[in-house]
């Protein structure tokens, strides 16, 4: 049976090189680590892919969008990837506290 994760920490992107590796390091140095995290990627044009594709850990899934859908369908998208109990949802921009 698969493991259903308690949070789906969900991170719709677009442009974020500038941001990307704060926030998910952010997200890695929590002691809490039920979770899944899904990045769905709208098709980006700098080297937020490139950037998020360097990070070896299981919990991890990037979506690369074919084109731009805009901001809320990337978000939609980004939800319906989810498995977890609970969505977070988290721009790419921001960080958790440690």
């Known amino acids: 049976m698969k493991h259903i994760p308690f949070f789906s920490i969900c991170i719709p992107t677009w442009n974020s090189e500038k941001y990307i590796v704060e926030c998910l390091d952010s997200i890695f140095s929590q002691d809490f680590s039920d ?14 892919v490139e950037i998020v594709k ?6 991890l899934t990037i979506y690369q969008n074919k ?15 989810a498995n977890g109990k ?3 949802m988290l721009s790419s921009d921001d960080r958790y506290q440690d």
Not at 35 to 48: C, M
Not at 54 to 59: G, N, V
């Open 86 to 88: 609970y969505i977070h």
């Open 35 to 48: 979770y899944e995290l899904i990045i769905v990627d709208n098709n980006s044009t700098d080297k937020t």
């Open 67 to 81: 084109k731009n859908i805009g901001v809320a369908l990337n978000h939609n998208k980004c939800m319906a990837y």
């Open 54 to 59: 360097h990070y070896k850990d299981d919990r």
